[in-house]
C-alpha cells in the first residue's frame, strides 16, 4: 500500500469517526476521559513518559516521536450510572431516580507518519470528554411542584455535552530528547431539557432549556517533551492551554457570560521506569484546572445564570495521580493494569444542579492487554471499573429545591482496538 492508499484510509476512518464521537458522553476525571486509546485505558490512562502507540500523543505529544509508522482505532464502550436521592425536598422530585442512557460507545484514531528529517507527523481523533444525564419524567409529589412531574418539575431532565479533539501533532526526538506540538481544534455539543424552574433566577430564562444540541467550535495548543535519564528511566511532561470557545447562544441563559463554556487547561507530569527488560511501571500526576472556566467553576450562588460572574456548576479543580504496569509475558503478548485515583469537584454546598452533572467519581481500576496476530496487526482490549462516590447535602437552599440530596455515580467500560503497523 502505497503512502496516498494509506492516506485515504487514514483520512476515512478519521471521517467516519468524527460522524460517531459526538454522540458519545463519558465522566472520569471531572468530565474529561480517563485515557484515549485501548492501551492507554489498561494503565488507567497513565502515560505522559511512555510511548504506547500512535494513541499516546493524546496524552503527551512528544510520545509519538519514537512510536514508528502505524495506525491506531479503537472504540470504548462507556457505561456510567447516575442517581440522586432527595429527601423531604420542596421542588426536586423525592425518592432516588436513576438517569437513563447508561451505554455509550466512544471510538477513537490515530495516525503516525514518520517524516524524511527524522521528525513524524501524528493525526488523531478522540473524544476528549464530556458528560450525560437523561432522567425520565417521574412523578413529583413535593409540595413546591404543583403536580408537576421530572427532576425539577419540568418533565424530562438532564444534559448531554460531548468533547471531541482533533489533532495534528509534530514531533521529534533529538538524543535523549523528544518533544511534540500539537495545534487542536476542539468541537463542543451540548443540549439541555427540564430546567424552566430555574429560568427566573437567569438573565435569560428564554435561551436555557429544551433548545435542542447546538455546536461550539474553538482551537488551542497542545505541548509535551519526554527525556531519557537513562535506558531505564523516562521523564515526560505534557499539558494544554485553555480553549477558546465559541458561546453556546442556545443557553446563554443557562452558562456564565452568555454561554461562555472554554475548555480547562491541565497539565500532567510523570515517570516510566523499566524495572526488568518484560516489565516497565508509570506514574503520573495531572491537575486540570475547570475553576478557571466560570460555567464550570463559579459557585451556584455567584449571581444570576447566564450572566458575566454568574452562577455556575461550582466544580473544584481536579487532581489526578495515576500508576500503571505493562508486563510483556512473551514476544506475542502484552499485560497491562493500572490505577488512577481523582479528586472529587463538587462539593455538598453545589449538589442540587450537580444532579445534572454527577462527576464526583474517585477511584478507578483497569487491566488490559494486547495481542500481537501477525507481524504487522496488534488486538488490543482493556475493561475499567470505577468504584461508586456519593456527595450528599442536608439543607439545598430553598431556590435550589430545598431538602437533603444525595448525587451518586460509578462507571464500568470495555474497550477493543486495532493497530497496523506499515
Request: hydrophobic share 45%; aromatic share 10%; net charge negative.
Amino acid at each position: 500500500m502505497n503512502f496516498s492508499a494509506k492516506s485515504r484510509l487514514a483520512g476515512g476512518v478519521a471521517l467516519c469517526l468524527l460522524a460517531g464521537l459526538p454522540f458519545a458522553a463519558q465522566a472520569t476525571e471531572g468530565y474529561f476521559a480517563l485515557g484515549y486509546g485501548t492501551a492507554q485505558r489498561g494503565v488507567a490512562g497513565a502515560g505522559v513518559a511512555f510511548s504506547q502507540d500512535a494513541m499516546s500523543g493524546a496524552i503527551n505529544p512528544a510520545a509519538v516521536a519514537s512510536v514508528g509508522h502505524q495506525m491506531n482505532m479503537g472504540v470504548e464502550l462507556f457505561a456510567p450510572f447516575r442517581e440522586y436521592t432527595g429527601t423531604g425536598t420542596m421542588m426536586i422530585a423525592p425518592g432516588t431516580v436513576k438517569s437513563d442512557q447508561n451505554i455509550f460507545p466512544v471510538p477513537n484514531f490515530a495516525y503516525n507518519r514518520p517524516l524524511a528529517n527524522g521528525a513524524v507527523l501524528n493525526f488523531a481523533v478522540y473524544g476528549n470528554g464530556g458528560m450525560n444525564t437523561s432522567y425520565p419524567a417521574v412523578a413529583n409529589s413535593a409540595l413546591g411542584c404543583g403536580g408537576g412531574t421530572g427532576v425539577f418539575c419540568g418533565g424530562e431532565a438532564g444534559v448531554d455535552l460531548t468533547q471531541l479533539f482533533i489533532s495534528a501533532t509534530y514531533a521529534k526526538k533529538d538524543g535523549a530528547f523528544s518533544w511534540g506540538i500539537a495545534p487542536t481544534l476542539a468541537i463542543q455539543s451540548f443540549g439541555a431539557e427540564g430546567l424552566g424552574a430555574f429560568a427566573g433566577m437567569s438573565v435569560n430564562g428564554a435561551n436555557m432549556t429544551n433548545m435542542a444540541h447546538e455546536m461550539s467550535y474553538g482551537v488551542g495548543l497542545r505541548l509535551g517533551m519526554q527525556y531519557e535519564v537513562s535506558p531505564q528511566l523516562t521523564l515526560g511532561l505534557s499539558g494544554q492551554t485553555r480553549f477558546d470557545m465559541s458561546k453556546f447562544d442556545k443557553y446563554a441563559g443557562l452558562f456564565e457570560d452568555g454561554g461562555d463554556f472554554d475548555i480547562p487547561a491541565s497539565i500532567t507530569a510523570g515517570l516510566a521506569f523499566k524495572a526488568r527488560s518484560d516489565l516497565t511501571l508509570l506514574l503520573d500526576v495531572q491537575r486540570i484546572f475547570y475553576s478557571d472556566i466560570g460555567a464550570v467553576g463559579n459557585a451556584t450562588d455567584a449571581g444570576a445564570f447566564g450572566a458575566a460572574g454568574g452562577a455556575g456548576f461550582g466544580w473544584d479543580d481536579v487532581d489526578v495521580i495515576r500508576i500503571g504496569a505493562e508486563w510483556q509475558q512473551s514476544p506475542d503478548m502484552t499485560w497491562r493494569a493500572g490505577y488512577a485515583h481523582a479528586t472529587n469537584p463538587i462539593g455538598p454546598e453545589d449538589v442540587a444542579l450537580n444532579i445534572l452533572a454527577p462527576g464526583v467519581v474517585e477511584d478507578h481500576f483497569s487491566v488490559g492487554g494486547s495481542k500481537r496476530l501477525n507481524d504487522r496487526d496488534q488486538l488490543d482490549f482493556s475493561v475499567s471499573y470505577v468504584l461508586s462516590n456519593s456527595v450528599s447535602n442536608p439543607s439545598i437552599p430553598l431556590a435550589m429545591g430545598g431538602g437533603a440530596v444525595e448525587i451518586k455515580m460509578h462507571q464500568v467500560s470495555a474497550a477493543i482496538g486495532w493497530t497496523r503497523k506499515f
